[in-house]
């Protein structure tokens, strides 16, 4: 009797023991701050999104991320009313109409995707405009309207000599614009990546001209609804610090990227070859923590980032999509770009690439 009274106390001493050792944890490690984040899938901008999830990066940082996907900018835009995201990455021009409309401000450059945006025709298309490239004139363009797409494609006529009223213009998704032209319905189209690579791996088609060579500028946007900035400065920081980080690790590490980058572009229903997959690292650049706070100042002036979205808030005004060319200050802030940076802790952690 003696012995089981002993046993039961020493097993009722090892459970309050475990439940003791159990509330202490429980208390030490914090719950998660669930943060909402806006993409677009099976985009190069957006891989880190799926690199940070998989290396557990978010939690690091005491985040959660939920995510949410649209097929272009316009549609995730306008999301942002219902407050169903918080935080995210989209296009220029998107990120321009989002804060006309929604007051949405633009926190940190994802890519440079000059040359990621592009007009391309079938290779018969291709040829003649290559012998003659007046010979777009009075064609059809599918493109997606409002987009950086549809910016690389006007700024591709305007190289030569030509403008909107000269071709006829045929808004359609992406995944449309590649059914038109691989079926032969359409001639011309204007693609972002990695749609580009589907295109001229599936049909032949070619790159007659890119944003780059017409002379367009066109970042990728990180972007943040205002009043969650407002509310919850913190945890935007912390989403910069994780997404630079990202792209410092991807950068060090790319064989391994690439491998990520494959699953990733497979859940969104782009299979592209690896050497498309190489061509995204080597065509489009990205921004360390460094090169966000350089081209973001606007301490003695417009920065470079102004810049840019000013062309293309302009070509915007162009088409009619916005009335006026809005301030650049007033939604492009670098504010919590210089909140990581003064925080040795999410500094450190923007910089690693491990």
Do not use: H
């Amino acid at each position: 009797m003696k012995f089981k009274k002993t046993l039961a106390s020493i097993l009722g001493a090892t459970v309050l023991s475990a439940v003791s050792i159990g509330q202490v944890q429980a208390q030490a490690k914090p719950a998660l701050t669930e943060i909402k984040v806006s993409y677009q899938p099976a985009l190069y901008w957006a891989l880190p999104f799926f690199v940070a999830t998989e290396k557990g990066w978010w939690g690091e940082l005491g985040l959660k991320p939920e995510f949410s996907t649209f097929p272009a900018g316009v549609p995730q835009i306008a999301a942002s009313a219902s407050k169903s995201w918080d935080v995210g990455g989209t296009g220029s021009v998107p990120a321009v109409l989002g804060y006309v409309r929604f007051g949405i401000k633009t926190i940190g450059l994802s890519n440079d995707e000059s040359a990621g945006n592009a007009l391309l025709a079938t290779p018969k298309a291709a040829e003649a405009f290559a012998a003659n490239p007046q010979s777009i004139k009075g064609q059809t363009i599918v493109l997606t309207g409002n987009s950086t797409g549809d910016y690389a494609v006007q700024s591709c006529l305007k190289k030569y000599g030509l403008s909107k009223s000269d071709v006829v213009i045929k808004n359609m998704g992406q995944g449309e614009i590649i059914s038109a032209m691989s079926s032969g319905n359409a001639d011309f189209g204007g693609l972002w990546a990695p749609n580009i690579y589907t295109l001229e791996e599936k049909a032949g088609a070619k790159v007659i001209c890119s944003g780059k060579d017409g002379g367009a500028y066109v970042p990728g946007a990180l972007i943040v609804r205002g009043d969650y900035a407002k509310e919850n400065p913190q945890n935007v920081a912390k989403f910069l610090a994780i997404y630079l980080r990202t792209w410092k690790w991807m950068n060090a590490n790319k064989p391994q990227a690439i491998a990520m980058m494959k699953k990733f572009y497979e859940q969104g229903g782009v299979t592209i070859s690896e050497a498309s997959m190489k061509k995204e690292f080597d065509t489009r650049p990205t921004f360390d923590l460094a090169s966000e706070l350089k081209i973001m100042d606007n301490s003695k002036g417009p920065s470079q980032v102004d810049g840019w979205f000013n062309a293309i808030a302009a070509f915007m005004q162009s088409t009619g999509a916005i009335q006026a060319i809005p301030p650049a200050n007033e939604y492009i802030t670098d504010e919590f770009v210089k909140m990581v940076n003064a925080d040795k802790k999410l500094r450190e952690f923007a910089n690693s690439t491990k």
